[in-house]
């Protein structure tokens, strides 16, 4: 005789269960109580195939949850006996509900069978139960069966013999209850597994689990362990006092939410009903929206909407935060006198991290949109569709997740999706999807994509946001295939998607995840990339031109300037140098002051020179000459806008000289052999380089860049408009760094992650092959656009 194999049923009441041990067992049974209860305890055996099974009856349950006393009964069962095999009897015609208790086991993590009852009653009601990807979908054995007749009985046992010879190792199956419960989940049970008196008995996550349910026993168990439970307690109040703030529900009800969400993933692929039985809210409007036709249309007219009003909000604010940082940059420039510090608060800091602040209206706008996808339930709907296309790719249905998360919409970030992978079983799907998520367009990105089609694109930006989305979705999908395809080949593994009900997001838990959202990206802007902007700064300023070559352009200066007096032949008006060179501070103050050709201010009237610059610029029209001036004047005037021109070109060069001989500029110069072929100069390159520390970094770095090479103080404004009047920049090379940008290199945190959740080796391929991919499809629209002409 072998080993005897102890069983569990359970099941809700009134699934057949007390049927099925019936049949099972026959009149060999033992009616007794459980230890300190007076909750009755059947059980009974019977030998098949050699076997000896012992059965026990537990009590009927609804849940796992030690609400009931034949909840605890059942559950201290489990955790205390530890049962070879649970059998799980389940009501076929009301999978819905019954199903609940399944997914309570597979978080325990209990070998676990689901014996299919009532099959007969499911056919009667129109319900066709298909058990094979109920099986591959729950991933436990499924044995359709009808207990009253005896049907399924024998398979049933040929099942549990089976599984109980395979690993009798527990394993938790937690599923996603949100990405605040998730959290909570990962950091609980770190905490856990980190515990010296850690009682193997209890699954950590599980315990996670029931600490975030608020589930009394397991709240009772943790205040016994005095190493655990002042660092547990706190995260669950944060925790719960957050989802009361945003959702107004208690963490208990969501992950409820979220386990019937799961199982209606579950349903939707293996229940067909040819009786459709009334549908409630959430049933009537998915009919509509996760249509195979309505649906991702429906998707695409959501997604494109969402950019029509980021822009559209966004429009006049973004204005106001680049007024605001030229005007912070005139008045520091006015209080502190020209030099190392004034170039490093301008350069390094307000125009470096400035140009990322500069579009914390649109990232807000963008986060608002899509805190309203996800607390409504509609991301999940996306996710559902998105699958079908998905799996063609061969990626895993949960990988949508992953690319979602990570900017599949816009705003995302590739570390969590990063970590969201490790839902995926199958170790090639998720590498495959680790190495494409840094293509979706995080919220790193966004600022960079927005500056750039502001620039070029401004009368498309909605368009074009949805154009660049649509791109990295295709991209992303393309290269999985390739990869798929070669060195990550194999067979596809089965998808259960969470469908949880729609919900009517409140304007509160809206605008706290908004802000939320925007106060991370507002503290890396003002930590990391702060201080990474000033450490380019240094690289962009040091080491300094030599005596040789700074003597050069002053020479060039003095030469322009005796040019010019000597040309002009004002020396009644102009009579020597010094007095030119006050003249020109009077023009760089009015240039400053005056906008659009305004009223000249009372200081600068009674400046000493102020006659003479009215008498070159009647009416004070600066930059063109009136018909009534006198032609001798009229001359003098030209030739100085002239000579303000040349001063201008020649500080020009010298910043670029001066840059080029800095530590980054060498570093953007060699790479200019690679670059130049997609239209990347070494400024650009220095921008990009810094990028692998945070996407952010390449707008700090081209604000710092082009602010340093900046030398008419009437031409400052916001980098956009910069780049935009430069000659080297065209809509193309605008299109083709937004393509390198969202594909090269993983930011430093994300490589770090990759690496975290696979090896060395797949963080270093993905830098490679993200570089390599970006570099030949930048290559390929550059020079097709530049042979065509096409946005030069």
């Not at 940059?329 to 140009?355: A, F, W």
Request: hydrophobic share 45%; glycine share 8%; proline share 5%.
């Amino acid at each position: 005789m072998k080993r005897t194999i102890t069983i569990a049923l359970s099941g809700n009441p009134n699934s057949g269960k007390t049927t099925l041990f019936n049949a099972i067992t026959g009149a060999r049974q033992h009616i007794a109580n459980y230890p300190g209860v007076t909750v009755e305890k059947k059980s009974g055996k019977i030998i098949h195939k050699g076997h000896e099974i012992l059965v026990v009856d537990l009590p009927g349950t609804y849940s796992l949850t030690a609400y009931s006393l034949e909840e605890i009964v059942t559950r201290d069962f489990l955790i205390n006996e530890r049962p070879d095999v649970v059998v799980d009897i389940v009501d076929a015609s009301n999978l819905d509900r019954n199903l609940y208790l399944a997914v309570q086991f597979r978080e325990l993590g209990v070998p676990l069978i689901i014996a299919l009852n009532m099959m007969d009653m499911a056919e009667r009601r129109g319900i066709k139960v298909d058990h094979r990807i109920l099986s591959q979908l729950f991933k436990v054995p499924v044995i359709p069966m009808v207990a009253r007749s005896n049907k399924g009985v024998h398979e049933l046992l040929d099942a549990i013999i089976e599984t109980s010879a395979e690993d009798r190792t527990w394993n938790a199956e937690i599923i996603s209850y949100g990405s605040d419960i998730d959290h909570g989940i990962s950091e609980i049970e770190e905490i856990i597994r980190g515990a010296r008196d850690f009682d193997p008995r209890y699954p950590s996550k599980w315990l996670a689990l029931k600490c975030l349910e608020g589930d009394d026993q397991i709240l009772k168990f943790i205040q016994g362990k005095p190493e655990i439970q002042p660092k547990i307690e706190p995260i669950c109040h944060k925790i719960s006092k957050h989802i009361q703030s945003t959702l107004e529900e208690e963490p208990e009800a969501i992950i409820a939410d979220h386990r019937y969400g799961y199982i209606a993933g579950i349903t939707k692929k293996a229940v067909r009903r040819k009786i459709e039985s009334r549908l409630n809210f959430s049933d009537q409007l998915d009919k509509i929206l996760t249509n195979r036709i309505l649906g991702p249309t429906i998707m695409m007219l959501i997604l494109y909407g969402i950019y029509v009003f980021t822009f559209w909000g966004s429009e006049a604010p973004v204005e106001w935060f680049g007024c605001f940082f030229t005007w912070m940059k005139e008045n520091v420039s006015s209080m502190i006198p020209e030099g190392n510090l004034q170039s490093l608060i301008v350069s390094g800091i307000i125009d470096g991290v400035g140009g990322v602040f500069g579009f914390i209206p649109v990232i807000m706008f963008m986060f608002f949109a899509i805190a309203i996808l996800e607390d409504s339930g509609y991301m999940a709907r996306m996710a559902y569709m998105l699958d079908r296309v998905l799996r063609w790719f061969g990626l895993h249905g949960n990988s949508v997740i992953a690319l979602l998360v990570s900017g599949g919409i816009s705003g995302g970030c590739a570390v969590p999706g990063v970590m969201a992978t490790r839902t995926l079983r199958d170790p090639k799907e998720r590498i495959a999807t680790l190495l494409v998520v840094p293509f979706m367009n995080c919220g790193a990105k966004l600022p960079v994509f927005l500056m750039l089609i502001a620039a070029f694109f401004s009368e498309n930006e909605a368009r074009m946001m949805f154009l660049f989305t649509m791109i990295s979705w295709v991209l992303a999908l393309f290269a999985a295939k390739l990869l798929r395809a070669t060195v990550l080949r194999g067979p596809k593994t089965p998808f259960v998607m969470e469908l949880p009900p729609y919900r009517a997001p409140t304007i509160k838990g809206i605008c706290i995840h908004t802000w939320e959202r925007t106060w991370q990206y507002m503290k890396k802007a003002g930590t990391v990339i702060l201080g990474i902007s000033i450490i380019l700064w240094a690289m962009m300023t040091f080491p300094r031109l030599n005596e040789q070559q700074a003597r050069f352009y002053e020479d060039q200066r003095l030469n322009t300037q005796k040019t010019f007096l000597s040309l002009s032949n004002v020396n009644g008006i102009i009579p020597d140098l010094p007095t030119l060179n006050r003249f020109d501070e009077l023009y760089d103050l009015y240039r400053q002051s005056i906008k659009d050709y305004g009223p000249v201010p009372e200081t600068l009237m009674k400046n000493p020179l102020y006659p003479v610059f009215n008498t070159l610029f009647p009416d004070q029209d600066v930059g063109r000459t009136h018909d009534g001036v006198k032609k001798d004047l009229a001359t003098v005037t030209d030739l100085y806008l002239e000579y303000r021109n040349t001063m201008n070109l020649i500080s020009a060069q010298e910043q670029q000289a001066a840059l080029k001989a800095t530590i980054a500029g060498w570093i953007g110069q060699t790479l200019e052999g690679i670059t130049r072929t997609i239209g990347f100069d070494y400024r650009t390159n220095i921008a990009l380089v810094g990028g692998f520390a945070a996407k952010e970094i390449i707008l700090s770095t081209l604000g710092t860049a082009y602010s340093l090479g900046e030398v008419a103080p009437e031409e400052s404004g916001t980098l956009s408009s910069r780049l935009a009047r430069d000659p080297d920049w065209n809509p193309l090379k605008a299109f083709v760094l937004i393509l390198f940008t969202m594909l090269y290199v993983p930011c430093f945190v994300t490589v770090i992650s990759i690496k975290k959740e696979s090896s060395w080796r797949w963080a270093l391929f993905s830098m490679g092959f993200n570089l390599i991919l970006a570099y030949l499809v930048s290559f390929i629209i550059y020079q097709t656009g530049k042979t065509l002409g096409i946005g030069i």
